[in-house]
C-alpha cells in the first residue's frame, strides 16, 4: 500500500472511532487499523456509555445504538466481610427522553460505532497489529509499520489510540512504561440471568437499569473497587484494584472476584446466573499527573493511552470520546487552513483538552490517586469501622444510647486515634478539592 | 472463608484464536526469575499465564487476556518481552 492517507486512527475503541467518524465526517481520507478480529473484539469496559460524550459526535445515536439499561439508580456500597452500608440515588427524572448513562456491552458498541466510521467514509481494516511508528530524519511521524506484508503505510499524522498499554507510544519514546501505582488491574464476568429476574432482584422495570459501585474490605486492603452492572439480560461483576497493591500483597485477582461473588449481601443477586465470559483489563488511574504529553511531531495520543480516566467518578470512555473527538478536531482545522501537523501546531489539541471537562476534572483530583495510594485505611479501617457502628447504632439489646454512643467513638479512636481521625478528614478534604 | 478457583474454568468461557507456536510474551532471561523475590506475575495474573516451579517461573501463554500486568508489575526486573500478538489472533471477547 504506498498511498498516503491524511490520518492513520491506530485502535477502534471509543477514542479511536471518535476520532475516525469526526475526521471521516469532515472529509478527510482517513485510515482505521484495529488488530482484532472486529472492532471490540480487543476492549473491555465495566460498562457504562455516558451519552453527552457521543451525543457531540452522533447526536442520534440512541435511534440505533445497541443500548441495555438506562441508569435509574446508582448505588454506593460501603462492605466488610459480613456487612454492607450504601447510599442509593434513585430518580425517576432519569426515566427521560433523552437518558443521561447508558449500561452497554462493549463489544457490541464498539461494532456498532465502527460501522457508523465507515458508513462516514473512513477505511477500517481488523486483524492488523500496527508494530511501530515510522519516522523520518528529523523525527518527524509520517506513518506506521504493521504485521501484514508489506505492511508500512503513510500520513499526516497518526492518532494513537490504541489503549491504555499504547506500546506504540512507548516505542516511539512519546510515553514512559506504566507505573504499577498508576494502573489498576479489573477482571470482570458477565453473568446471565432472564429480563425479569434482574428487573425483580433489582427493582426497576422495562428499560431501566441500577449501577452499584462498592468499596470495602472486599478488597483486601488494597486500592480498589468492584461494581455490579445490570444489562438487558446480564449483569457485569467486576473488581479490580491497583496493580502496585496486587504485588504488595500477593492477592490473585481471580480469588479476589470469587470472593466478592461469595459475599452474603452479593451471592443474592448473582444467585443461578450462566458466566459466559471472564475478562480483564488495565485501568489508568494515575490521574492528572501520570498524562503524558499528548502531541508532537505528525503524533496525537487519545484515550485510555493518554491516561485520560477519573477513577473517582468512573469516567473513562466518555474522555476517549472526547479525546478523539478534539484531537480530530484540531487536525481537521489544520488541514482546512492548509497547516502542516508539526509539534506547534498540534499543540490546540492540548489547548481544547484544557478547555474542556476532561481536563478540568483531572486536575482536580490531582493528588486523589496518590492520596489513595498512600492511605489504605480507607479501603480497610473505615469499612470495618463503619459497619461495627451502624450494627451498634441498630442492633436493640438493652443497651442504652449514650452508652452505645461511646461505643461506636471509642472504636473509631482505638483504630485511627483523634490525630488519626482528624488528619484523615484534612487529607481527604484536601485531596478532593 | 477458603474458595478453591479454577482458573481454567473462566477461561474456557472465552473464545481464544491461539497463534500456534508464536506466543506474543517471552521471559527473556529465565535466571532472573530464579532470585526474583516475589514472583508477583504468578499471582497477579489473571490467566494464571505463569507458575512458580523449582525456584524459577514457568509460562504458557493460550489463556492470556492481553491485559499487560505481568510487564507492568515485572518493571524492576524488566524480564518479560510482551507485544501483542498478531493481527486477529488471541483472545477475542464476545462481550468485552
Redesign the interface.
Given at each position: 500500500m504506498t498511498e498516503k492517507f491524511d490520518a492513520i486512527v491506530v485502535g477502534a475503541g471509543p477514542s479511536g472511532n471518535a476520532a475516525a467518524y469526526t475526521m471521516a465526517k469532515a472529509g478527510l481520507k482517513v485510515l482505521q487499523i484495529e488488530r482484532g478480529e472486529y472492532p471490540g473484539s480487543k476492549n473491555v469496559q465495566g460498562a457504562i456509555l455516558y451519552a453527552d460524550a457521543l451525543e457531540k459526535i452522533i447526536p442520534d445515536f440512541r435511534e440505533d445504538a445497541p443500548l441495555e439499561r438506562h441508569i435509574i439508580e446508582q448505588r454506593l456500597w460501603m462492605l466488610d466481610d459480613q456487612s454492607y452500608m450504601g447510599t442509593h440515588y434513585r430518580s425517576d427524572k432519569f426515566n427521560e427522553e433523552r437518558p443521561n448513562r447508558y449500561t452497554i456491552i462493549r463489544a457490541q458498541i464498539d461494532k456498532w460505532f465502527s460501522k457508523k466510521v465507515k458508513e462516514a467514509g473512513a477505511l477500517v481494516i481488523c486483524e492488523t497489529t500496527v508494530t511501530d511508528l515510522l519516522k523520518d530524519a528529523a523525527g518527524k511521524v509520517i506513518g506506521l509499520r504493521t504485521d501484514r506484508e508489506n505492511g508500512d503505510i503513510f500520513a499526516d499524522v497518526v492518532v494513537l489510540c490504541d489503549g491504555v498499554n499504547s506500546l506504540l507510544a512507548q516505542r516511539a519514546g512519546f510515553r514512559a512504561e506504566l507505573k504499577p501505582e498508576h494502573v489498576a488491574l479489573a477482571v470482570k464476568e458477565m453473568h446471565f440471568l432472564p429480563r425479569d429476574v434482574i428487573d425483580e432482584r433489582f427493582n426497576v422495570k422495562g428499560e431501566e437499569g441500577v449501577v452499584i459501585e462498592i468499596a470495602g474490605t472486599v478488597t483486601s486492603g488494597m486500592v480498589g473497587t468492584a461494581f455490579i452492572y445490570t444489562n438487558g439480560e446480564s449483569l457485569a461483576v467486576g473488581i479490580g484494584c491497583l496493580v502496585s497493591d496486587f504485588k504488595k500483597t500477593g492477592e490473585t485477582p481471580y480469588a479476589l472476584l470469587e470472593r466478592f461473588k461469595n459475599h452474603p449481601s452479593i451471592a443474592p443477586l448473582l444467585k443461578g446466573s450462566e458466566v459466559k465470559e471472564y475478562a480483564a483489563h488495565l485501568i489508568p488511574e494515575g490521574g492528572y499527573k501520570a498524562i503524558p504529553k499528548v502531541y508532537g511531531d505528525g503524533w496525537m495520543i487519545c484515550g485510555d493511552a493518554g491516561q485520560f480516566v477519573n477513577a473517582l467518578h468512573r469516567e473513562g470512555s466518555n474522555m476517549a470520546m472526547t479525546t478523539g473527538r478534539l484531537a480530530a478536531e484540531t487536525v481537521v482545522a489544520l488541514k482546512a487552513a492548509g497547516k502542516p501537523m508539526t509539534d506547534a501546531n498540534l499543540a490546540t489539541y492540548r489547548r481544547s483538552l484544557e478547555e474542556s471537562f476532561v481536563i478540568k476534572d483531572l486536575k482536580k483530583y490531582k493528588d486523589l490517586p496518590e492520596f489513595l495510594h498512600k492511605n489504605t485505611q480507607f479501603f480497610s479501617d473505615y469499612p470495618n469501622l463503619l459497619s461495627k457502628a451502624a450494627e451498634t447504632w441498630f442492633r436493640v439489646d438493652g443497651i442504652d444510647k449514650k452508652t452505645k454512643e461511646g461505643q461506636m467513638v471509642r472504636g473509631f479512636v482505638k483504630a485511627r486515634g483523634w490525630r488519626g481521625l482528624l488528619g484523615d478528614a484534612v487529607k481527604l478534604a484536601r485531596a478532593w478539592r | 472463608?477458603t474458595?478453591q478457583?479454577k482458573?481454567e474454568d473462566?477461561?474456557y468461557?472465552?473464545r481464544y484464536?491461539v497463534d500456534e507456536g508464536r506466543p506474543h510474551i517471552a521471559i527473556k532471561d529465565a535466571a532472573k526469575c530464579q532470585s526474583c523475590t516475589?514472583k508477583?506475575c504468578t499471582?497477579?495474573c489473571?490467566?494464571?499465564c505463569y507458575a512458580a516451579e523449582d525456584g524459577g517461573v514457568t509460562a504458557t501463554f493460550d489463556g492470556c487476556?492481553?491485559?499487560?500486568?505481568c510487564?507492568?508489575?515485572c518493571?524492576e526486573n524488566s524480564n518479560i518481552d510482551?507485544?501483542?500478538?498478531?493481527?486477529?489472533y488471541?483472545?477475542?471477547?464476545?462481550?468485552?
Open positions: - | 472463608m474458595v478457583i482458573v473462566k477461561l468461557q472465552n484464536r516475589d508477583a499471582t497477579a489473571p490467566a494464571a487476556l492481553e491485559c499487560g500486568t510487564r507492568v508489575i518493571q510482551w507485544f501483542y500478538p498478531r493481527g486477529g488471541g483472545i477475542l471477547y464476545k462481550f468485552g
